[in-house]
């Protein structure tokens, strides 16, 4: 059995940060690719940001130079600092770990999702 578990969102103010945490148990054996969805009401589910295990990032255009993603493999949790929020980036976000649990196969693993609002 493979939990993944969000931690970290919450009400911020347009300009304010927020950092979220994204922590992977259970019978891991590695973690390939982490990375960070949202979902806005009426929309659909967005990448937003991935790292790889060797530490590789890539950003949404939308979170360029906002948002910062990174890693502690020895915790298998990932990270998103949130910068500079905006009421756009308002959304229920996702933790995606893609996980192989001894093989050589990789699952992908969706956390609960936390919500983020950013609002005056």
């Known amino acids: 059995q493979v939990q993944v578990v969000e931690s970290g969102g919450g009400l911020v103010q347009p300009g304010g940060s927020l950092r979220l945490s994204c922590a992977a148990s259970?019978?891991?054996?590695?973690?390939?690719?982490m990375g960070w969805y949202r979902q806005a009401p009426g929309k659909q589910r967005e990448s937003v940001a991935a790292i790889t295990s060797g530490g590789s990032t890539n950003y949404a255009d939308s979170v360029k130079e906002r948002f910062v993603i990174s890693r502690d493999n020895a915790k298998n949790t990932v990270y998103l600092q949130m910068n500079s929020l905006k009421p756009e980036d308002t959304a229920v976000y996702y933790c995606?770990?893609?996980?192989?649990?001894?093989?050589?196969?990789?699952?992908?693993?969706w956390g609960q999702g936390t919500q983020v609002t950013v609002s005056s």
């Open positions: 259970g019978s891991i054996f590695s973690i390939n690719r």
């Open positions: 995606n770990a893609r996980i192989s649990g001894g093989g050589i196969s990789y699952k992908d693993y």
